[in-house]
């Protein structure tokens, strides 16, 4: 059966950090991409980062940049999202998902999804 499981959320405090993992089963992740994604109640669902399968090249959504880091361990078949400076608007639930094809914003072109781990920063 081929899954991903998200874990790693909770609640922090602004200025405080999260570290997310994508563990994934029944399939190896070296071959695909693999995007994070949140939405917030209300809001749709946004690509917030991006790592290829080919060169590792990374990408971020704007708000995110300098803030958070994605990146792979194909060892263990784990995507993180390490995630410093948190902000009260980057309270969401929080999703990975793999594509067979590169990096892409567009997230009805991922093939597989997790079931997301909430993430929720307030004081």
């Known amino acids: 059966q081929l899954q991903l499981v998200e874990s790693g959320g909770g609640l922090v405090q602004p200025g405080g950090s999260l570290r997310l993992s994508c563990a994934a089963s029944?399939?190896?992740?070296?071959?695909?991409?693999i995007g994070w994604f949140r939405q917030a109640p209300g809001k749709e669902r946004e690509g917030v980062s991006c790592i290829s399968s080919s060169d590792g090249a990374t990408f971020y959504t704007d708000s995110v940049k300098g803030r958070f880091t994605i990146s792979r361990d194909n060892a263990t078949n784990t995507v993180y999202l390490q995630m410093k400076s948190l902000k009260p608007e980057d309270t969401a639930l929080y999703y990975c998902?793999?594509?067979?094809?590169?990096?892409?914003?567009?997230?009805?072109?991922?093939?597989?999804w997790g079931q997301g781990t909430q993430v929720t920063v307030s004081s």
């Open positions: 029944g399939f190896t992740l070296d071959y695909y991409a």
């Open positions: 998902a793999a594509v067979g094809l590169g990096c892409s914003g567009d997230y009805p072109r991922y093939d597989y």
